[in-house]
């Protein structure tokens, strides 16, 4: 009886559920601190975007369980609302997710989104990687991990998920690579149009710096290989053409609504992101939140995002596996034109170097503040583009150490099963060593928290019902904005933004259409905010007393409640010498405004 045949070996599938395991690993571990008191903690670096994600899955829930236009709300800025769209809404995945984020809240959803973000961009990027690039799964493997947890991912997880949430680009670039493919153009164009539209959803400034690099990538594809490119150029625009309709079919009116609907904006006011480019030193600095890394490199060179950060190991090994890879392998040679055309992009206006900012000119001095979709980036985003180029080179680096990134040596004569000499073998141990070494350092350590005190129990409790009819607002006081109120953002949020209210964290148009951080301040808004700073009550006139009445009825307030806080004592009494005696109700200060406004 013959043997029954043999089943085909399952160590690529066994290699893929460890490989993602580990990422699920890591993302839990990136925000352990979160989860030792999950609704309580928000970033210690950047509490307010913190805060102002954790609005936004509330927003997608308030949005689909009453459902409202999510590219608008007036929950927030009342009575002139919010243009989601002209701001990092992350509509693709709060929407989504809006059924879960009632049943768990926004806190919860959105620990548990970020640690899900970083291991499926890992994840993305090594199935990528090993179905594309790399024929060794642990070169895939550590492609993956770069690509997901590299020290400039990890820094935007300090309240900036967006940036975090790359799942797709992956996706996108490989599809992009196989446009050219013939009698595969309508596929291939379909699904990159749906990837770019839903990206567009997650982050369109990510989606710009992809296709920068995808720009760079075929422009040098083209250059090395230009019979091939024109073997496949037919194919490949009919599938951009087939994908780039699509997508704008899909996202035409979020776009349009983006820039012409309510509150909008046209670039930022003084274009106040254009002079954040990257320190030299940076590249060869470890970052923040790596094992490696501590809080003093914020005074020197931390001026800016920490979004290069490799640590001077890596920059090493990365510049000689350029040299050893780049005569004999096309990728190689391509990843070497993204990595020094965007490391001198991210530079910015000025070359600045160990956080002194030379008088040489850096690239974007010559690009005008004003140029379109350019005018609101910032330059050292641009190295995030590096950043993609490092992990790929690190694949093929690992790939060639194994043998498999080239076609397998013959067997010696000898009969030895391993086809590298011992030489081969110790230098491959040698690589292998060399590059562990780079990344050990490079770890993630669990992101700072900090303690934030829950809202007052008469706002989660809904003590403020009886205060707040239809169509009027809650004023929290300090009112919401991006220096000031944080606590009182959050009232929104942990109460599914049952009620509107004034201010707040976003971008939206000053009084000549440019976009400002947060709503125009108001007299009293001001009044409140320089109070804090002084920790005292200014004198007050009876102007005082009118412009916060004029103030109270543009924000069709009803009613005002002051809650635990630092200033509580100067702020009750700056509130009542302009609205007069207050009524303790429950663990707040009340002016019931209602009949005055």
């Not at 920790?535 to 103030?551: G, I, K, M, S, W």
């Amino acid at each position: 009886m013959a043997a029954p045949p043999r089943r085909p070996r399952r160590r690529p599938a066994r290699a893929d559920v460890l490989a993602i395991g580990a990422y699920a690993v890591l993302g839990v571990l990136v925000c352990l601190n979160y989860w030792g008191d999950v609704q309580h903690r928000v970033s210690s670096h950047l509490p307010t975007d913190h805060s102002w994600f954790e609005w936004l899955f509330a927003h997608g829930a308030y949005s689909l369980r009453h459902l409202e236009n999510p590219l608008f709300t007036a929950r927030q800025n009342a009575p002139d609302g919010v243009n989601m769209m002209a701001n990092t809404s992350l509509l693709g995945v709060t929407l989504p997710l809006a059924p879960l984020t009632l049943l768990l809240g926004p806190q919860v959803m959105y620990a548990l989104y970020l640690g899900a973000a970083l291991s499926a961009t890992a994840a993305t990027s090594y199935w990528v990687l090993s179905r594309h690039l790399v024929r060794s799964r642990g070169a895939a493997f550590v492609g993956g991990a770069f690509l997901g947890f590299a020290p400039g991912i990890v820094h935007h997880a300090n309240g900036q998920p967006n940036f975090v949430s790359n799942f797709l680009l992956p996706l996108i670039v490989a599809r992009v690579l196989r446009l050219g493919e013939p009698g595969r153009w309508r596929c291939n164009g379909i699904a990159l149009g749906l990837l770019v539209a839903y990206q567009i959803f997650i982050n369109e400034e990510m989606l710009l710096l992809t296709a920068l690099a995808c720009l760079v990538v075929v422009a040098a594809y083209v250059v090395q290989r230009p019979r091939a490119a024109r073997e496949r150029a037919g194919a490949f625009l009919a599938a951009v053409g087939v994908g780039g309709g699509l997508a704008l079919l899909l996202t035409a009116y979020p776009i349009w609504f983006q820039f012409n609907g309510p509150q909008s904006y046209r670039g930022l006011q003084g274009g106040v992101f254009h002079d954040w480019g990257e320190d030299l030193m940076a590249f060869v600095t470890f970052a923040r939140d790596t094992v490696a890394g501590d809080e003093a490199v914020e005074k020197t060179i931390g001026l800016t995002e920490q979004n290069t950060w490799f640590g001077w190991p890596l920059v090493l090994v990365a510049l000689v596996a350029l040299v050893l890879l780049v005569r004999r392998s096309l990728p190689a040679r391509i990843v070497a034109v993204l990595v020094v055309l965007f490391s001198v992009a991210a530079i910015g206006p000025k070359v600045r170097f160990d956080g002194v900012e030379t008088a040489v000119d850096g690239p974007w001095a010559y690009v005008p503040d004003d140029l379109p979709l350019v005018e609101m980036m910032m330059p050292t985003r641009l190295s995030l583009v590096v950043v993609a180029a490092v992990g790929v080179l690190l694949a093929l680096a690992w790939d060639a150490l194994s043998g498999r990134g080239r076609p397998p040596v013959p067997a010696q004569r000898t009969g030895s099963s391993d086809p590298a000499p011992p030489r081969r073998r110790w230098l491959r141990l040698v690589g292998y060593a060399a590059i562990v070494a780079a990344l050990l350092p490079l770890l993630p350590r669990p992101l700072p928290a900090q303690r934030i005190d829950p809202p007052p129990h008469f706002i989660t409790a809904g003590g403020w019902r009886p205060y707040v009819p239809d169509g009027r607002t809650l004023v929290p006081v300090p009112i919401p904005s991006n220096v000031h109120g944080l606590p009182t953002l959050r009232w929104s949020a942990l109460t599914r933004q049952e009620f509107p209210i004034p201010g707040g964290y976003f971008i939206g148009p000053n009084e000549v259409g440019e976009g400002v951080f947060g709503a125009p301040n108001r007299p009293t808004s001001t009044l409140i905010y320089s109070t804090m700073d002084a920790d005292r009550v200014p004198p007050l006139t009876d102007e005082n007393r009118r412009q916060a009445l004029d103030d109270l009825r543009f924000w069709k307030a009803s009613v005002v409640v002051l809650g635990a806080n630092p200033r509580e004592g100067v702020l009750r009494e700056l509130m009542t010498q302009l609205l007069g005696p207050p009524q303790r109700v429950d663990d707040v200060w009340v002016w019931d405004v209602r009949d005055r406004v």
